[in-house]
């Protein structure tokens, strides 16, 4: 995984979430006594996982672009300061 924004990811995700779903009913199949519960929990744990990982990312991606924005007004502040000393000088 390179970046969380790229499809290959949400597509390998989604493919996990709806494969954890057949295996939850498929294991009912090969183990007669398995009860799974209504939301299975491989289900959950993926979804919970992939939640957590956009939202790790979309505040990594706040937070630069905080530092961009931080970055650009400090480098205005010493623009408007160097053109303010110019029009003090005479």
Known sequence: MRTLSETQFHMAMGVAVVGSLFLDR??????????????GLITLVLGLVWVGLFAAHRISHCQDAQRVAEDRLDRMQRRLDALEDEIRRP
């Open 26 to 39: 498929g294991i009912g199949a090969i183990l007669p006594t398995w009860n799974p519960p209504q939301v």
